[in-house]
């Protein structure tokens, strides 16, 4: 299974001030067809995850443009140009090019 | 919009079975891959399993194949996940997804004698 691993597991961050998370896969997460399948999602405290970005760089609709994904083949980064309070939650990696489909285990996104 | 809810969680003996169900509306669900994610209580996201838009191909996680079963039935708009020879470490928050990540609140199943 393709092992995904997240740094840091905490994020203290400082209102206004930028934040990055960083995801590692075990193997190439680039597909046959030359899309790569990395997932970034947001679980804000009590609620269901919700996708931020798909395909390592592509926001969904209504996330906000301080979200941005990049990174290539087994290297990627999540970074929030500004943080605001209502980002605070536990933000996972998920890659979708191998079965299984696996998650990093979290990092906890903290003011 | 897409709504997705999910039904049939509670507290189970280990050894014994359950079915779960999500019930989606606001989207053509006949046309979309449908997935289970769990979360155990206070850790991550896992990845359960997959069925594609027809029902006919499907894939666990190895640590539920063989126990449980992901189905669906488009005439009902309706996902299924039976869940047999039910562990302590299935206990979980089950959500049922799309396949662009749209997620229900879950249900809640316990497993504990």
């Avoid at chain 1, 997460?29 to 999602?41: A, C, E, P």
């Avoid at chain 2, 594609?52 to 669906?72: H, M, P, Q, W």
Wanted: charged share 15%; proline share 4%.
């Amino acid at each position: 299974d393709v092992v995904m691993t997240q740094s840091p597991l905490s994020l203290p961050v400082t209102l206004g001030q930028p934040a990055s998370i960083s995801c590692r896969s075990s193997q190439s997460l680039v597909y046959s067809d030359g899309n790569t399948y990395l997932n970034w999602f947001q679980q804000r405290p009590g609620q269901s995850p919700r996708r931020l970005i798909y395909k390592v760089s592509n926001r969904d609709s209504g996330v906000p443009d301080r979200f941005s994904g990049s990174g290539s083949a087994t290297d990627f980064t999540l970074k929030i140009s500004r943080v605001e309070a209502e980002d605070v939650g536990v933000y996972y990696c998920m890659q979708g090019t191998h079965w299984p489909l696996t998650f990093g285990g979290g990092t906890k996104v903290e003011i | 919009q897409v709504q997705l809810v999910e039904s049939g969680g509670g507290v189970v003996q280990p050894g014994r079975s359950l079915r779960l169900s999500c019930a989606a509306s606001g989207f053509t669900f006949s046309s979309h891959g449908m997935h289970w994610v769990r979360q155990a209580p206070g850790k991550g996201l896992e990845w359960v399993a997959v069925i594609y838009y027809d029902g006919i191909n499907k894939y666990y996680a190895d640590s539920v194949k063989g126990r449980f079963t992901i189905s669906r039935d488009n005439s009902k708009n309706t996902l299924y996940l039976q869940m047999n020879s039910l562990r302590a470490e299935d206990t979980a928050v089950y959500y049922c997804t799309t396949d662009r990540w749209r997620w229900g609140q879950g249900t809640l199943v316990t497993v504990s004698s």
